[in-house]
T-cell receptor
């Protein structure tokens, strides 16, 4: 069964600290993996996208890594800001004839002053 | 102006009522999607359309129907709303290829 599991479910950190969010998936055959940021009351916004051959992708203070062998990805946030408080969603797409995209449940990040 | 808009933003209705949620986009994308989001769960795909003449069921299409009136418009209908359809509904658009999706602001639907 195609699944995307994220950990932790929620996380509280102090402003200025770094954090790492995890994503494990069983989606196959793998096509690409994306991280989205979802602010409360808004739709998700894409942060990064990685295909099979990419190990890392950065977008400002956000750096995503991908290990396609172990089917794991992480999102590292550097020097967190209050505006980073949001849900972070891992999304994995399968390379099938149809459309197959699985969303993780997300990690809820709270950044405190 | 927002690239992907949804109307209404909030709706409270009663069991058995017919409800239509509308989505419009100015991004010029061919692909449009409807998702629902429930607390503690990932977004789940209801329906998707790769062009005006193409409509496909997602993983949770029962109880829903859609209409792709034009490239820019994709509406979702609940023919007879029930309480477990209470959720946050998102419309999204995308291109082919890596298919990054662009989401609307969401519609919060409550069925009493």
């Amino acid at each position: 069964k195609n699944q995307v599991e994220q950990s932790p479910q929620s996380l509280i950190i102090l402003e200025g600290k770094n954090c790492t969010l995890q994503c494990n998936y069983t989606v196959s055959p793998f096509s690409n993996l994306r991280w989205y940021k979802q602010d409360t009351g808004r739709g998700p916004v894409s942060l990064t996208i990685m295909t099979f051959s990419e190990n890392t992708k950065s977008n400002g203070r956000y750096t995503a890594t991908l290990d396609a062998d172990t089917k794991q990805s992480s999102l590292h946030i550097t020097a967190s800001q209050l505006s980073d408080s949001a849900s972070y969603i891992c999304v994995v797409s399968a390379n099938t004839g149809g459309f197959k995209t699985i969303f993780g449940a997300g990690t809820r990040l709270f950044v405190k002053a | 102006d927002a690239d992907v808009t949804q109307t209404p933003r909030n709706r409270i209705t009663k069991t058995g009522k017919r409800i239509m949620l509308e989505c419009s986009q100015t991004k010029g994308h061919d692909r449009m999607y409807w998702y629902r989001q429930d607390p503690g769960l990932g977004l789940r795909l209801i329906y998707y359309s790769f062009d005006v003449k193409d409509i496909n069921k997602g993983e949770i299409s029962d109880g829903y129907s859609v209409s792709r009136q034009a490239q820019a418009k994709f509406s979702l209908s609940l023919e007879s709303a029930i309480p477990n359809q209470t959720a946050l509904y998102f419309c999204a658009t995308g291109r082919g290829g890596t298919d990054t999706q662009y989401f609307g602001p969401g519609t919060r639907l409550t069925v009493l």
